[in-house]
């Protein structure tokens, strides 16, 4: 659902609702694509206009922001038919074959998709990423666990919607399939911030200041996920709209 709400300047804004069993309160939510309410299932859309006029200044900064945004620095991240890898964008090709597998060209700015079913090619990049994303994890995380001093217990690779990366009570880590699409650093990043879990279980003074120590750059890498994070997504790419196809 999506309603239109009028800002302080006089101009108006699309406001997607969706609606959540986990949610607990009502949330506003804005990223790079826009606004967006997070509301219980029970909850009253009429009711939402309520916390739409307190948080109206907070609206409208966040709106200039990302406008700013999408017009000076988001440029190659909403190109259609893209695909994000290691913070880098490419071409995305799509190729029936009998085998599935990928190519990634630097010379050719391309990543090529070798599928045997076209229709179901989404399935096919997002077995990639989580191949991909699983090897960096396996390399990066015992380097930066021992370096930390931290001891984990394992880690798996998840279909998260939202979370980049999650510590459960075990000392499990959790990633998302999805998150060899962000650069280097920012992978660190959430390594790190997943360890710190393990010993930090809240997101408390002591937490980022453990953080900041690892990664005096924690919060650019963080501003990286919040900007382009949204951006990282299978579902957006539309084969019928491509013209890389074999």
């Known amino acids: 659902m999506i309603i239109s709400i009028a800002l302080t300047d006089g101009k108006t804004l699309n406001l997607k609702i969706k609606k959540s069993k986990r949610a607990k309160k009502p949330s506003i939510i804005a990223d790079i694509q826009g606004l967006q309410a997070i509301i219980p299932s029970n909850y009253e859309v009429n009711d939402l206009m309520e916390l739409v ?10 709106s200039r922001y990302y406008e700013r945004l999408r017009s000076r620095y988001a440029q190659e991240h909403l190109k259609a038919n893209t ?8 071409c ?9 597998f990928a190519v990634v060209s630097e010379n050719l700015n391309m990543i090529t998709f070798h599928v045997t079913n076209k229709r ?17 994890i396996n390399t990066r995380l015992p380097l930066i666990a021992s370096k930390l001093d931290i001891r984990y217990n394992n880690f798996f690779i998840k279909r998260h919607k939202s979370k980049w990366g999650s510590c459960s009570m075990k000392r499990n880590l959790n990633f ?11 992978i660190d990043y959430v390594i790190i911030h997943e360890l710190v879990h393990v010993i930090e279980s809240n997101h408390s003074r002591q ?17 990286w996920l919040r900007t382009y994070g949204s951006l990282v997504s299978i579902e957006r790419i539309n084969l019928e709209r491509q013209t890389n196809v074999e």
């Open 120 to 136: 179901m090619f989404k399935d096919d990049i997002f077995k990639w990423y989580s191949n991909e994303t699983a090897k960096i």
């Open 83 to 90: 695909i994000c890898f290691l913070g880098n964008r490419y």
């Open 92 to 100: 995305l090709r799509i190729i029936k074959d009998r085998l599935s």
């Open 176 to 186: 998302n399939a999805l998150l060899s699409a962000a650069p280097s650093d920012v």
């Open 207 to 223: 937490f980022w200041d453990r953080v900041r120590t690892a990664d005096p750059l924690y919060k650019d890498h963080r501003k």
């Open 53 to 62: 006029q307190q948080k109206s200044n907070w609206i409208l900064k966040s």
